[in-house]
Structures are given as structure tokens and as C-alpha cells.
């Protein structure tokens, strides 16, 4: 049997404690020996395949779109059906017919939005380029795709899809809806078909894997502009399906080169495929949709035919709480926020009624200390960078609304351009040479705007005027969330166009936010009307809450860069009574550690 040194390539480390969880070594499967208690140690994560309700058609050939807990597929083989059948967590329900029949067919999106193409005819010309979209109540037939095609790959939403490869021919071309026609795009780099597909990934951060002809193990990713080719597969498979997203994107099931249907399930973490725990039964031309911790596999060519099975991944992250950290030395609310859970900076806000700080401060995850004062003190101001690379823009002085942006060095401030638009309460995200603002008051507006480390531009507008508002991610690849007058709604923003995605569970404005990463976005506390204590995050396709603050606030420090989903927090703000407070709170995430006893 292989030692654990051939295995990783590394001695077992012998320690005294066990390692801490936010070190280097946290990944699955890390093992260490803690002399302190006697026990051998290891980084765990959880995973596996549970039989559900089965479909109400069998059926095999077909595409899924949505979640575990409202999923939805439409198509399906051997004969070619108009078939919808809608899915809860628990159950299968008839859906709504789809106006043209087909099988083999891409299908993308969500549940109450979800967007069908391509496809197989059974009968000459075999290839469909009809596409439809379902908004929840109907199906309408709109732009046909360039080129007819069955058994392709695809990414997006109903205003951003993507539909590459296909039959017949081993294509390679790509091509891209902007909610209104198909465009053609960049070639992927192997001509492929019948292969799976993060179905959760968006058109311009897409995942395709496997196919054939016969079985390939190739994997290629794609930007919103080319195709790269990323690590294979561990196995090569045909005919296996997909959920997840770009860097998080699940593969199971198909068929091996001359063999039968299999039960593997790999797993990729944006770099490498894993082995992980199998399906029950072996299948494939199956279903897949949702994500790599909560998918779906549903039908496929091999009994029982109609089964459906659940996927559930928990990671070595254990479940998150919050603890208290320093006060900060000055009391304020509506300041700007800088930088991570442990290198942050609060910049100036509202000391008092009418009372306006340039007081900062920098945190260094135990205590908060002055810094140098920012020129123009002001509240409502938005943040983004890091705590020596930061950036301030916009927010309200006592007298108006003010465009004025700020860098910080780490040391000093200097002032930048002013923004085109004199505004506070802006959603921000990005960092100090390509950050993004979007929306704000006062009036209420929907302008965004771009930095460039130098000076500001306005790019697209947001779909709705709304200001106090939260971001996450980068300049071209955000999340804008929450805010008022519409309080859950969430839209992502890839550099050029914004598309809807699902809403916050808990509708808020004035709400923390963080997330360097559109993946890692949080939305902390915030308002409903009262301050709220809610915890969500954001895994590319849902929202999910978290363990709530200790102490609801709103008007928090806005917005925390470089914090993840495994080490926020929230800082200043005010609470129930509306009255300003210091109280910072931090959120961590441990790791799940098992000792190993056989």
C-alpha cells in the first residue's frame, strides 16, 4: 500500500497543536500529527449522492437549468418530446410544454428563467437552431441560432447565453446571445459534442469538459473573448453531464472509451479534477444542473431510467460564526471601507448629527489605530483596494453631494479625479486602479462608472436607479445587490452589460458588504426598515444565509475589498436605537478536522 509520503510527496508533520486553519495546508486531505494529544489529524471535506423522487417522464438526452431546490429540464430522448418537468428539492412537477420538440439540446439559466437551443429533430435535417426562453408563465420563440446543432455545450442566462460545439461535423464554432440575437464568436480549441457543461457559469466565465468523439478527458474555459485549455479530466467520458460554475463545476456519470455507463463523479476547483464519492447507479445522457455543493442528476440510458439523484459537497470550511473584535477609537456610521478581515481601514463617515470625521483608521484584526486623516471628510462614501492601496469616491460633506475620489498609500492620501457624477451612497467594488461604482443619490440614479487609476468613465447604465446599495467582485466580473427603493434584487456585471440573478433572501440597504471575487461576495446586516443581523452569501448562483451578526446594525463601513467568505467582518455602523456605534465584529470560517483512527 502507497505511504501518505508517496502519495503527497510529504512527510507527515509531527506537532504540537493542530495546524491553524487559515494556514497554507488547509486543503482536503492534509494530515498532521498532534504530539499534544496523541491523535493523528486531517483537513476533511464531505460528499455525497442521494437517491430522490424520480422524474414523472423517463428520459435520457436532455439538459437541466436552476438549482437543487428549483431546478428545471426540458427535451428529451430517445423521442424527441415538447416534455418540461419542474423540480422543488423534493419532487418533479409537469411544466409548461415548450413550442418546438427536441432533444440533445442546451439549456441554461434558472428555473423561472431559463433559455433552450439547438437540438436534435429525429428526422432530416436533424439539427434545430430555434431558441426559446421561459420567463416563469410562457415559452417564446426568439432568435435562431447562426448555425443549427445538437448535443453542444452552454453557459449563461436568457440576456447572456453561450452555445459552443455540437453535431453534427465535430463543430467548433461559438456562439453568443445578447438577449436579442446570436452573435458568432472566438472557436473552442477541439471540435467536440456530448460532453457536460457548468451549466451555472455565466457567458463570459463558461466551463465545458468531456465529450467526443468517442470519450475525451479535454477541459477549456472561457473569458467572454477565447478558449483556453484547462487540465484534463482524470477520466476521459462521453455522454456525462454537469453543474457548478466556472471554478467550482461538478462531472459525473458517461461512458468510458468501449466501456458502459459509469458512476464517477469528479470534482474542479478552478485548477484540478478530483475523484469523489460515486452515484449510486451508473448512467449516462443524463440531467445535470445546480451546483458543485448541491447538484442534481436526473434520467440517462440506463435503468432505472427515471431515477433522479441529489449531490451534496460540504467543503473543509466548517460553518461560519462571529466573534468580537476592537471598538474603533472614533463612533460613526455611513464610512468607507478598505482592505480584509485583518489588514482593513474605516475612512471618515458621520461622528455625530450634522458632524462630519476625516478621522481613519486601520485594523490589523485585533485593534484599530489612527492613521493619517483623508482631505475631504464626508459620509456615504464608497470603498474599495486594499489597506495600502485604497481608493474613497463620492459622499455628502454636510453642504452637497460630492464626486471627490481619494487614494491611500498605505501612508497618505492624495486626492484623484473627481468621478463624472457627484454622488453618495454608491454601490463600490474593485480596487484602486480598475474599481467600480454604481448607482447612488442624491438624486437616485443608475449611472456607473469605471476607474482606471487615473481618471473615471461612464459605462452602462444599472438597470434600475437605486442608491445605499452593495457590491462585491471586480470591474468586470461584480455583484451589485440590495439597496433602495428595490430592496433584494441582484444583478451581476461582466465590463459591459448587467444580467439579473437571483435575489438576496432578506431584502437590505445600507448593507455591508465584502468580496474580492464575485464567488466571495458577502451581504452583512444592513436595514429593512429596522437593522437587520443577517449574514449572506453569494456562490455564483444563490444566496445563502449564514450565521447572523451578534448585534444587527446598518450604515456600516462599506465595502471590505479583500475579505472572503472565510474571514470578514463589520465595523462601526448603527443600531436599533439609531444611535452610532464602535463595535467591530469578525467573521471566520474553521476547518472541518477529523482524527483519523484506522
Known amino acids: 500500500m502507497a505511504t501518505y509520503r508517496e502519495i503527497k510527496g510529504l512527510k507527515v508533520p509531527y506537532l504540537d497543536a493542530d495546524l491553524p486553519s487559515a494556514s497554507a495546508s488547509t486543503e482536503e486531505g492534509g494530515v498532521w500529527y498532534n504530539s499534544g ?15 430522490s423522487a424520480p422524474l414523472i417522464n423517463v428520459g435520457q438526452n436532455m439538459q437541466g437549468a436552476g438549482t437543487q431546490t428549483a431546478g428545471l429540464i426540458a427535451g428529451r430522448g430517445p423521442s424527441v418530446t415538447t416534455t418540461v418537468e419542474e423540480y422543488n428539492g423534493s419532487g418533479w412537477a409537469a411544466g409548461t410544454a415548450m413550442n418546438s420538440g427536441r432533444t440533445n439540446n442546451v439549456v441554461v439559466g434558472l428555473q423561472t428563467a431559463t433559455l433552450v437551443t439547438g437540438g436534435y429533430y429525429g428526422s432530416s435535417p436533424y439539427s434545430r437552431d430555434e431558441t426559446e426562453i421561459w420567463n416563469g408563465s410562457s415559452w417564446t420563440e426568439v432568435g435562431d441560432l447562426g448555425t443549427g446543432r445538437y448535443a453542444a455545450y452552454g453557459a449563461g442566462t436568457t440576456t447572456a447565453a453561450l452555445c459552443a460545439g455540437g453535431l453534427p461535423a465535430q463543430k467548433t464554432l461559438s456562439e453568443e446571445w445578447n438577449g436579442t440575437s446570436w452573435t458568432e464568436g472566438n472557436d473552442i480549441n477541439n471540435g467536440r459534442n456530448s460532453g457536460a457543461y457548468a451549466n451555472q457559469a455565466t457567458q463570459t466565465a463558461a466551463l465545458i469538459y468531456g465529450g467526443g468523439p ?18 484534463n479530466l482524470n477520466v476521459a467520458q462521453m455522454g456525462c453531464s454537469g453543474a457548478g460554475i466556472q471554478t ?23 485548477s484540478s479534477w478530483t475523484e469523489v464519492a460515486d452515484m449510486s447507479s451508473a448512467r ?45 477609537n472614533t463612533v460613526r456610521q455611513e464610512s468607507g471601507g478598505i482592505g ?12 455625530g448629527p450634522g458632524s462630519y470625521t476625516a478621522n481613519v483608521e486601520s485594523y490589523d484584526g485585533s485593534s484599530w489605530t489612527e492613521v493619517a486623516d483623508v482631505d475631504s471628510p464626508r459620509q456615504s462614501s464608497g470603498g474599495m483596494g486594499t489597506q495600502t492601496a485604497g481608493l474613497i469616491v463620492g459622499g455628502y460633506n454636510g453642504s452637497a453631494y460630492v464626486g471627490d475620489s481619494e487614494e491611500w498609500n498605505g501612508t497618505s492620501w492624495a486626492e484623484g479625479n473627481n468621478a463624472n457624477d457627484a454622488i453618495g451612497y454608491r454601490g463600490t467594488t474593485g480596487t484602486q486602479t480598475a474599481g467600480l461604482a454604481v448607482g447612488g443619490s442624491s438624486p437616485t440614479q443608475a449611472e456607473t462608472e469605471e476607474y482606471d487609476g487615473t481618471s473615471w468613465t461612464e459605462v452602462t447604465d444599472y438597470p434600475a436607479a437605486k442608491y445605499a446599495i452593495g457590491a462585491a467582485g471586480t470591474q468586470t466580473a461584480g455583484i451589485v445587490f440590495g439597496g433602495l427603493p428595490t430592496i433584494a434584487n441582484a444583478f451581476t456585471y461582466d465590463g459591459s452589460s448587467y444580467s439579473a440573478v437571483s435575489a438576496l433572501n432578506t431584502g437590505r440597504y445600507f448593507v455591508t458588504s465584502s468580496g474580492a471575487t464575485e464567488t466571495d461576495a458577502m451581504a452583512m446586516g444592513g436595514d429593512t426598515g429596522s437593522v437587520s443581523a443577517v449574514t449572506e452569501t453569494w456562490d455564483g448562483v444563490a444566496w445563502t444565509e449564514q450565521a447572523d451578526l451578534s448585534v444587527a446594525r446598518g450604515r456600516g463601513a462599506n465595502h471590505f475589498q479583500t475579505a472572503t467568505q472565510s474571514a470578514s467582518l463589520v465595523a462601526a455602523g448603527n443600531n436599533a436605537s439609531n444611535a452610532r456605534v464602535a463595535t467591530t465584529e469578525e467573521y471566520s470560517r474553521s476547518q472541518n478536522v477529523k482524527v483519523i483512527t484506522d
Open 37 to 51: 494529544t496523541g491523535k493523528l489529524r486531517a483537513f476533511v471535506a464531505f460528499d455525497t449522492w442521494a437517491t
Open 340 to 351: 480584509s478581515a485583518t489588514a482593513a481601514s474605516i475612512v471618515s463617515g458621520s461622528d
Open 248 to 270: 467550482f463545476a461538478l462531472e459525473f456519470g458517461g461512458q468510458n472509451p468501449g466501456a458502459s455507463a459509469v458512476v464517477t463523479t469528479e470534482i474542479y476547483d478552478g
Open 284 to 328: 449516462g445522457d443524463s440531467a445535470g444542473f445546480g451546483l458543485a455543493t448541491a447538484g442534481v442528476c436526473t434520467g440517462g440510458n440506463q435503468s432505472p431510467k427515471a431515477q433522479t439523484e441529489e449531490w451534496n459537497f460540504t467543503s473543509t470550511l466548517a460553518a461560519g460564526v462571529w466573534a468580537s473584535g476592537g471598538d474603533t
Open 214 to 231: 468517442g470519450s475525451d478527458a479535454n477541459v477549456e474555459s472561457y473569458n467572454g473573448t477565447s478558449w483556453t485549455e484547462e487540465n
